[in-house]
């Protein structure tokens, strides 16, 4: 479901990301009916969305958070609470003494890792639940960039590689193998877990079946999803884990931007102040073509432009986009599901101000929740 948002956007100062608690609320009910129907735990991935300001209203539907690396752990554990995991392809000494001290489950890439930092864990006192990620050889993920199992790939251990005399100490497995999927590649997937991996759970507290599941996606399969970790937890005894990013916040977020220019060169082009490689970097990486609230494809509309950012990136478009009245500087456009993998991958280049965040709470009022100025540039070249 896509929810409106009922901020005034000529009210907001651009660019700016408006998220709607309305909106993760749904998302987080979704979850937690997964939660309250399979007995799985489910994590909020803070790679993809960690606006902790909207924290205390998903606390009270999931587990806990999952990091990658030592500063959303703390981030998760400061403000989220609840179960505090991390994943890293390789942890530096310095980082595991902290992460010891906040971390439930800490996950190792590789036997090497878990050899280097296992005394560490075995002396720090804490009861902390360590896992490997593995690698099952299969996935359906076209996009290398966004492929953990691509061949060659350095995420997880591969059956070849799986150190079965080194267990000792580890207490789950870890699969992160999808993205944007349905609970039918999940269903296929895991018999290439089980075929390659089985025979190790069976002796584990825990398996982790990753990220990557649209499970707030409109049309998502749930109950295929809350059958098959049904299946895994019975037939191995085992608490199941997602740690979904993307679910979490799908849909939540936008972002708001004004018309700066507009110009011609063979086809009509609009700069705005926002920029696709500084404020929405996925457009480019990924790449896709965001949403705009009102406007169409190329032809659909009667007037097209090609966006642009204001940097000097020749590649800095987001994309052509069909309007029914002409473009004019001042206008505002609406970029659509903006709250994942946006804010948390912002940049500074060219010095592009960073878009201010704001809030709009369950009760309808809308709060500034960062503003950001040329001081946030300066600290950080
Ligand atoms: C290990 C791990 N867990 C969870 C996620 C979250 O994935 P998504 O946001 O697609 O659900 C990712 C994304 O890259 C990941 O690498």
């Not at 099952?136 to 790939?153: A, H, K, V």
């Not at 079946?209 to 019975?234: E, M, N």
Request: hydrophobic share 35%.
């Amino acid at each position: 479901m896509n929810f409106p948002f009922e901020s005034d956007i000529y009210s907001l100062r651009t660019p700016c990301y408006l998220v709607s608690e309305k909106a993760l609320k749904h998302n987080m009910e979704i979850l937690l009916s997964v939660r309250k129907r399979t007995g799985c735990k489910i994590l909020l991935a803070q790679k993809a969305f960690s606006m902790y300001a909207a924290y205390p209203m998903m606390r009270p539907y999931i587990d806990g958070t999952t990091a990658s690396g030592l500063y959303e752990a703390k981030l998760g554990h400061e403000e989220f609470g609840g179960e505090t995991h991390v994943f890293s392809p390789a942890y530096k000494k310095e980082d595991m003494a902290e992460l010891l001290k906040i971390c439930d489950d800490i996950i190792f890439n590789s036997f090497s890792q878990w050899k280097l930092h296992r005394g560490t864990v075995k002396n720090s006192g804490r009861k902390v639940s360590c896992g490997i990620r593995c690698n099952p050889l299969y996935s359906e993920i076209d996009t290398d960039i966004y492929n953990p199992c691509f061949t060659g790939s350095r995420l997880g251990v591969t059956p070849e590689n799986f150190e079965s005399g080194e267990l000792d100490g580890i207490e789950g497995l870890h699969f992160h193998t999808m993205c944007e999927q349905g609970a039918d590649v999940l269903a296929r997937t895991v018999p290439h877990i089980e075929k390659h991996f089985g025979g190790y759970i069976k002796q584990m507290k825990w398996v982790n079946l990753g990220g990557g599941h649209h499970i707030t996606k409109a049309g998502y399969d749930v109950d295929l999803l809350c059958r098959t970790v049904d299946s895994i937890q019975q037939k191995y005894g085992v608490q199941v884990y997602l740690e979904p990013g993307e679910a979490c916040a799908l849909n939540a977020g936008w972002l708001v931007t004004e018309v700066l220019d507009i110009g011609k060169n063979g086809i009509e082009f609009a700069i705005v102040d926002t920029s696709a490689a500084c404020h929405m970097p996925d457009v480019l990486e990924m790449p896709y073509r965001p949403e705009i609230i009102g406007a169409g494809k190329e032809g659909e509309k009667k007037f097209c432009y090609r966006l642009g950012g204001p940097t000097c990136l020749a590649g800095d478009i987001i994309g052509d986009y069909a309007f029914d009245e002409p473009l004019k500087a001042g206008d505002r456009l609406v970029f659509c599901d903006m709250a994942i993998y946006s804010m948390c991958k912002n940049n500074t280049f060219n010095g592009m101000p960073l878009p201010e965040i704001y809030l709009e709470k369950l009760d309808g009022t809308t709060e500034s929740i960062k503003r950001f100025g040329y001081e946030d540039f300066k600290r950080r070249v």
